[in-house]
């Protein structure tokens, strides 16, 4: 290590002519040639004399591993029988489909350039999705409330919420709220599902909730019925059928996604708020949690697993299937996407000023032979996005 500089000494600058000094590669130092590095700290770095065998792991290129040559990639799966999972076979594909049709020989296809598909020269890639899109005067085919899957959604979010609502979510929400600060909270939460933020805020905290379901709102008020609870079956996104103004607090927890017109509910977080009301949003990480356009994938090569984004600035909406397990019997939400710079849009024309952004990544702990690449993806990508915004007195 440099020794310190003697600060009786004056500081003397390199004489004119010289030009910076040049940066030091190692080896003896021009200016100072009796210098010698000293020794390092036990078992640090190659300049420990008692080291000689050490050096630098050069850069692994795939190949078997030198410190642990038992350890072979896993060859890159290519179809047919599973060595792993001998008994598994690929589920049939619908008739015309895809090349594990037993027996079907794959079609060469060109690889496809864009322009008009070859194969389906009638297809013309959909528009980019924009709300209100839809031809005026025609119902909408687009029923975001989860009516149809309130029976499925309250099960699974039971009276506390489920695994990330209750490890990830409600502590952050909680913290980025900041109830503490106000004297008398009174918070609006819009699109409560069955009502899990209620139940985690104090008895003295005057609810509002509101949301598009009968089922999940009637939901909401069995589990918890306390006088300073009210729920209302509304839609979000229009005029609220209430008066009911001020709040200190308004919300959206993990809804703003499954709502079609998100800057209107945006809108009506800040008509409803107090001047120097506070709204917190929480929602899917918008870059790396996009319906049916992001995925996990693994590098084998690196050894790195790593988020796959197909597609980011574009609004997109997707269907999902609530419960897999019942096949097409099941119920389907509808979630929508859209990019950073249209939520601080929102939020800008509704005259809300974001004053906190956190990004909360999963607590879930992989183990076995991927647990390393797979838990350092997960503190890499957060799950959810929360913002704070504060609107202007
Ligand atoms: C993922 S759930 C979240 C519910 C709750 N905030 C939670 O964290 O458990 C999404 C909710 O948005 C509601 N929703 C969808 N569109 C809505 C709208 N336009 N107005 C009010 N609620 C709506 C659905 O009925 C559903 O309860």
């Known amino acids: 290590m440099k020794p310190p500089r003697d600060p009786k000494k004056p500081f003397r600058p390199r004489p004119p002519g010289q030009g910076p000094r040049p940066p030091w590669k190692g080896g003896p130092r021009p200016d100072r040639p009796g210098w010698k590095p000293g020794p390092k700290p036990e078992g640090q770095g190659p300049s420990q004399g008692a080291r000689p065998e050490w050096k630098p792991r050069p850069p692994y290129k795939g190949g078997p591993r030198p410190d642990r040559p038992e350890w072979k990639p896993r060859p890159p799966f ?94 952050g929400l909680t913290r980025m709220l900041r109830l503490g600060d106000t004297e008398r909270v009174k918070l609006l939460d819009l699109a409560c599902g069955q009502g899990v933020l209620a139940r985690s805020l104090p008895a003295t905290v005057d609810y ?18 306390r006088p300073t609870r009210r729920y209302e079956v509304a839609d979000a996104c229009k005029p609220l059928p209430f008066e009911e103004s001020g709040f200190s607090h308004v919300v959206c927890m993990l809804a703003i996604q499954n709502v079609e017109n998100p800057a ?33 994938e693994v590098d084998e090569r690196r050894w790195v697993r790593f988020r796959r984004v197909d597609r980011y600035l574009s609004r997109m909406r997707a269907a999902i299937v609530m419960n897999p397990g019942l096949g ?53 990508f957060p799950l959810f996005l929360a913002l704070a915004a504060l609107k202007k007195p």
Not at 80 to 87: F, I, T, W
Not at 97 to 124: I, L, N, T, V
Not at 140 to 148: G, I, L, N
Not at 362 to 377: D, F, L, T, Y
């Open 328 to 380: 097409a019997a099941s119920a389907e939400t509808w979630s929508f996407h859209a990019p950073l710079s249209d939520i601080f849009t929102w939020f800008k024309d509704a005259g809300l000023l974001v004053e906190g952004l956190e990004e909360w990544v999963s607590n879930k702990r992989s183990e076995g032979p991927a647990a390393v690449m797979e838990n350092r993806a997960r503190a890499e």
């Open 78 to 171: 290519k179809g047919g029988p599973r060595p792993d999972r001998a008994e598994w076979k690929p589920r049939p594909k619908p008739e015309g489909q895809g090349p594990s049709q037993p027996g079907a020989p794959r079609p060469e296809r060109p690889p496809y350039q864009g322009g008009a598909r070859p194969d389906r020269p009638a297809w013309k890639p959909r528009p980019p999705f924009k709300p209100g899109d839809r031809p005026a005067g025609k119902p909408s085919s687009r029923d975001t409330s989860w009516q149809q899957s309130s029976a499925y959604y309250d099960k699974s979010v039971g009276e506390g919420g489920n695994f990330y609502h209750q490890t990830v979510v409600l502590p």
């Open 264 to 296: 209107a509910l945006v809108a009506n977080a800040a008509a409803r708020l107090a001047p120097g009301g506070r709204f917190v949003l929480v929602l899917n990480h918008p870059c790396f949690r996009i319906p049916k356009q992001t995925s996990w």
């Open 208 to 225: 509002w909730g509101v949301d598009l379901s009968e089922s999940l709102v009637a939901a909401a008020r069995k589990h918890d019925p």
